[in-house]
């Protein structure tokens, strides 16, 4: 990805993987606001978007680990108690 520092190069895609890497606070840095608006409104963003995005990788899990015990106890009916997440 190449480094963008002028507003020009704010389009779709530069901007969904800046909104993702400021939710999921993997920061890579090749993009940034400029304008001290700009950062206010990310502080903003980040503000609400990282718990937001914690809730939803939380569901996720719940759902994959459901799955994992879904089958772990189709498999070994007998064996219930080795592999619960209550």
């Known amino acids: 990805m190449q480094i963008h520092t002028n507003s020009k190069a ?4 530069p901007s969904v993987h800046y909104s993702m ?3 999921s606070t993997i920061g890579y840095g090749a993009l940034a606001p400029q304008t001290p608006l700009g950062r206010g409104l990310t502080i903003v963003y980040a503000f609400f978007g990282i718990p937001l995005f914690s809730c939803l990788i939380e569901y996720v ?3 994959f680990l459901g799955g994992i015990t879904y ?6 009916p007998a064996r219930k108690d080795w592999f619960t997440f209550e």
């Open 61 to 63: 899990n719940q759902g």
């Open 21 to 23: 890497t400021v939710v």
């Open 10 to 13: 704010w389009t779709y895609v």
């Open 71 to 76: 089958m772990w106890n189709r498999a070994f």
